[in-house]
């Protein structure tokens, strides 16, 4: 497993952007499928978007619209989610997770081995 920690959640107002990111450390980064996943008080966690080992492959769920982008860097071990025209909808406590199994079963199951502690993401209206 990795170990996973996030940063760059704050307060923006609607309309506005963040980037968030996240930081591995531990087992070796290029060989994970990563992905952002969300959850707003009192809802379920839901997939964001998800990028293969290599950042040839991206997914992201149909509520970002374009707005967001998923990139890595595997020399820095850093996955970024840049997100654009922010919604108060979109606020919620946004997680990262990894898993060495290939991102379209892992996009498929939602079932990742290692997950971050989460950043808080609040937009105002």
């Known amino acids: 497993q990795v170990r996973l920690v996030e940063s760059g959640g704050g307060l923006v107002q609607a309309g506005g952007s963040l980037r968030l990111s996240c930081t591995a450390s531990?087992?070796?980064?290029?060989?994970?499928?990563m992905a952002w996943f969300r959850q707003a008080a009192g809802k379920e966690r839901e997939f964001v978007a998800a990028?293969?080992?290599?950042?040839?492959?991206?997914y992201y769920a149909d509520f970002v619209q374009g707005r967001f982008t998923i990139s890595r860097d595997n020399a820095k071990k850093t996955m970024d989610l840049q997100m654009h025209s922010l919604k108060p909808e979109d606020t919620a406590v946004y997680y990262c997770?990894?898993?060495?199994?290939?991102?379209?079963?892992?996009?498929?199951?939602?079932?990742?081995?290692?997950w971050g502690q989460g950043t808080q993401v609040t937009v105002s209206s």
């Open positions: 997770a990894a898993d060495p199994e290939d991102v379209v079963v892992v996009v498929t199951t939602g079932r990742f081995g290692s």
């Open positions: 531990g087992r070796t980064f290029s060989d994970y499928a």
């Open positions: 990028i293969s080992w290599s950042g040839a492959s991206t």
